[in-house]
């Protein structure tokens, strides 16, 4: 029986486009767009077949948590990979590839972005299969979704001559077109390029090497000089940050002879912007795509989500309306592609906004600033079950922290104590102090903050380690 299939899950990306809503705090691929899942969580989903082994997950340090957390919520096993630092695809898919063949050395990889939908699974795995034949013969399949429209937001693939099984050789890739070239493209039945791949490790690995011997080299030393972090593989600094700094399109796929693609129609979308959100989701009456506390009076085909905020709409219509706590989106939606002018426009002048959601996510939990001003700040808190900030003081600040639910075990100095709702605990300035939830359930505090500096890098760390209690 041929060995499964190792899927390489891609999780490192930001999704600039669908900000507010995806930052790098919290990028779109574990955001809950499209109803109670993320889109990270039903990649995974869709590789649970006897088709596959558990999936390679590449990502970095500040999304391991999300990546975990969002698995634990599935039950789902997959060996997380850390990236310390972004090389584009082109470098993570090769450790990713170089990792699944020291594991298997015949290893065959699925590639896949974590950020896509698929709606027909069924489909999509009948696609990886019509594809295996061409992988194994040595080829570097990639998927191409066959058009629906003259679309200029993705690159495109012009198929050849049938090789193995169902691939067809490439003849050509095209970055994204404008109208004209894309309406030829339809007719003459290009396929849009989806971005996930299928080929034998060792054949990418081969190929990767023709082109950019440093760089295979750089990754190779990044995983021969990797290790365990706490559970997850992280592939060592030093070699990985000297690799070129390029996609895996660029750096082989449009470089390569061996290059076939297979055609699929699986209901596929990168949802790219949030007019193709607004393209994706359930529309009333008048066309208008809806999320949280929301009212609409003679609006048409608008999306207008909220994520706290009660948000109305009145006498418009093709907008996009995107209502976080910390900021607001209005856009038309024939331009939502553009969102990302304004997330540069943010990072310019320095707004943390363009990069982190109010409410962060943490190893323990995660927090949310709820009011700051003159000398103080005031946060929610909420632990995890099981969960523990670690040992610490402040140089800067005194801290008061108010049960709102739950039990929390707190250390201050040499006192240890159990708090329980509507009790307080006062951290002086300068004491050691600790917080831990020892329950099953999630621990609610109310935080708040006095003193001459409230940044989150007012942090000492104490090396002690106490016994959990």
Same mark, same amino acid.
């Given at each position: 029986?041929?060995?499964?299939? #190792?899927?390489?899950?891609?999780?490192?990306?930001? +999704?600039?486009?669908?900000?507010?809503?995806?930052? @790098?705090?919290?990028?779109?691929?574990?955001?809950?767009?499209?109803?109670?899942?993320?889109?990270?969580? $039903?990649?995974?989903?869709?590789?649970? %077949?006897?088709?596959?082994?558990? =999936?390679?997950?590449?990502?970095?340090?500040?999304?391991?948590?999300?990546?975990?957390?969002?698995?634990?919520?599935?039950?789902?096993?997959?060996?997380?990979?850390?990236?310390?630092?972004?090389?584009?695809?082109?470098?993570?898919?090769?450790?990713?590839?170089?990792?699944?063949?020291?594991?298997?050395?015949?290893?065959?990889?699925?590639?896949?972005?974590?950020?896509?939908?698929?709606?027909?699974?069924?489909?999509?795995? %009948?696609?990886?299969?019509?594809?295996?034949?061409?992988?194994?013969?040595? #080829?570097?399949?990639?998927?191409?979704?066959?058009?629906?429209?003259?679309?200029?937001?993705?690159?495109?693939?012009?198929?050849?001559?049938?090789?193995?099984?169902?691939?067809?050789?490439?003849? #050509?890739?095209?970055?994204?077109?404008?109208?004209?070239?894309?309406?030829?493209?339809?007719?003459?039945?290009?396929?849009?390029?989806?971005?996930?791949?299928?080929? +034998?490790?060792?054949?990418?690995?081969?190929?990767?090497?023709?082109?950019?011997?440093?760089?295979? !080299?750089?990754?190779?030393?990044?995983?021969? @000089?990797?290790?365990?972090?706490?559970?997850?593989?992280?592939?060592?600094?030093?070699?990985?940050?000297?690799?070129?700094?390029?996609?895996?399109?660029?750096?082989?796929?449009?470089?390569?002879?061996?290059?076939?693609?297979?055609?699929?129609?699986?209901?596929?979308?990168?949802?790219?912007?949030?007019?193709?959100?607004?393209?994706?989701?359930?529309?009333?009456?008048?066309?208008?795509?809806?999320?949280?506390?929301?009212?609409?009076?003679?609006?048409? @085909?608008?999306?207008?989500?909220?994520?706290?905020?009660?948000?109305?709409?009145?006498?418009?219509?093709?907008?996009?309306?995107?209502?976080?706590? $910390?900021?607001?989106?209005?856009?038309?939606?024939?331009?939502?592609?553009?969102?990302?002018?304004?997330?540069?426009?943010?990072?310019?002048?320095?707004?943390?906004?363009?990069?982190?959601?109010?409410?962060?996510?943490?190893?323990?939990?995660?927090?949310?600033?709820?009011?700051?001003? $003159?000398?103080?700040?005031?946060?929610?808190?909420?632990?995890? =079950?099981?969960?523990?900030?670690?040992?610490?003081?402040?140089?800067?600040? !005194?801290?008061?922290?108010?049960?709102?639910?739950?039990?929390?075990?707190?250390?201050?100095?040499?006192?240890?104590?159990?708090?329980?709702?509507?009790?307080?605990?006062?951290?002086?300035?300068?004491?050691?102090?600790?917080?831990?939830?020892?329950?099953?359930?999630?621990?609610?505090?109310?935080?708040?903050? @006095?003193?001459?500096?409230?940044?989150?890098? $007012?942090?000492? #760390?104490?090396?002690?380690?106490? =016994?959990?209690?």
């Amino acid at each position: 029986m041929p060995a499964k299939i #190792r899927p390489i899950i891609m999780c490192g990306g930001a +999704g600039t486009r669908l900000w507010p809503t995806s930052r @790098n705090s919290l990028p779109k691929q574990f955001a809950m767009l499209l109803g109670e899942r993320s889109t990270f969580q $039903d990649t995974v989903l869709r590789l649970r %077949h006897k088709l596959f082994d558990p =999936p390679l997950v590449l990502t970095n340090r500040n999304h391991r948590v999300l990546a975990e957390r969002q698995l634990a919520d599935i039950s789902a096993e997959a060996e997380i990979v850390l990236e310390p630092d972004r090389r584009d695809s082109g470098p993570a898919i090769l450790a990713g590839c170089l990792l699944a063949e020291r594991r298997e050395a015949e290893s065959t990889v699925l590639v896949v972005a974590s950020d896509h939908l698929v709606t027909n699974r069924a489909a999509f795995r %009948h696609a990886v299969v019509s594809g295996l034949p061409a992988a194994r013969a040595g #080829r570097l399949v990639t998927f191409g979704v066959a058009a629906q429209h003259a679309c200029t937001d993705y690159g495109w693939i012009e198929p050849g001559m049938v090789l193995e099984g169902e691939a067809r050789h490439v003849d #050509r890739f095209t970055e994204k077109p404008d109208g004209h070239r894309a309406a030829e493209y339809l007719r003459r039945r290009w396929l849009w390029n989806s971005g996930n791949f299928l080929f +034998g490790a060792r054949s990418l690995i081969e190929e990767y090497r023709t082109f950019e011997p440093a760089t295979v !080299s750089a990754v190779e030393a990044a995983v021969a @000089n990797g290790a365990d972090e706490a559970g997850a593989f992280a592939l060592a600094l030093d070699g990985f940050v000297t690799a070129q700094r390029r996609s895996i399109d660029f750096a082989v796929m449009e470089r390569t002879d061996r290059a076939a693609v297979v055609a699929m129609a699986c209901g596929w979308s990168d949802i790219g912007s949030w007019d193709a959100l607004w393209a994706l989701s359930d529309h009333d009456g008048s066309g208008n795509a809806r999320r949280g506390n929301v009212e609409l009076v003679d609006a048409h @085909n608008c999306l207008v989500s909220t994520d706290g905020p009660m948000t109305s709409v009145l006498g418009v219509e093709d907008l996009i309306v995107v209502a976080n706590r $910390d900021a607001v989106l209005v856009a038309d939606r024939n331009r939502a592609g553009e969102v990302k002018q304004v997330v540069e426009l943010l990072r310019s002048k320095g707004c943390s906004q363009a990069e982190t959601h109010a409410s962060v996510h943490c190893s323990w939990g995660s927090y949310q600033i709820v009011d700051a001003g $003159d000398g103080f700040q005031v946060k929610r808190m909420i632990v995890a =079950p099981k969960g523990r900030l670690l040992l610490q003081k402040h140089r800067f600040r !005194s801290e008061h922290w108010v049960v709102v639910r739950g039990t929390a075990t707190v250390t201050v100095g040499e006192t240890i104590g159990h708090f329980g709702k509507n009790e307080h605990i006062f951290i002086p300035l300068g004491a050691v102090h600790q917080l831990e939830n020892s329950g099953s359930g999630p621990l609610e505090l109310i935080e708040v903050q @006095n003193g001459s500096y409230l940044g989150e890098d $007012d942090v000492i #760390r104490v090396d002690e380690v106490r =016994p959990q209690i």
